[in-house]
Nanobody, 130 residues
């Protein structure tokens, strides 16, 4: 499974970006997908999670500003980022895990707490200037 992100760039505070992540194949119909970010000198953190049952979860720092979605027909995961702040500056990564089934709460834990996902993209840089 390969994941390729795009859509990063430089914006001013208050601006918007939409990140895309093309997933080469869905090996099962049950999956957990997420967006992560890592700023220089900081640990990687989970930002948003989406599972195959449509459950979405967000880190507190991005709730109300970021939206995770997908277009299954295009095998593409998105992260719409609005009202961007300088503290959102980071390398953003998408990740995916395919399972036999996805219990409720699994994706929240995997993305937002453990950061334990099987497949990763190479990242796309987001820079927000004040």
């Amino acid at each position: 499974v390969q994941l390729v992100e795009s859509g990063g760039g430089s914006v001013q505070t208050g601006g918007s970006l939409r990140l895309s992540c093309v997933v080469s194949e869905y090996t099962t119909n049950s999956y957990c997908m997420g967006w992560f970010r890592q700023a220089p000198g900081k640990e990687r953190e989970g930002v948003a999670a989406l599972d195959s049952d449509g459950r979405r979860n967000y880190a507190d720092s991005v709730k109300g500003r970021f939206t995770i979605s997908q277009d299954s027909a295009k095998n593409t995961l998105y992260l719409q980022m609005n009202s961007l702040k300088p503290e959102d500056t980071a390398m953003y990564y998408c990740a995916a895990e395919f399972l036999a089934r996805v219990p409720g709460g699994y994706c929240y834990t995997a993305v937002l707490e453990r950061g334990d996902i099987d497949h990763w993209g190479q990242g796309t840089q987001v820079t927000v200037s004040s």
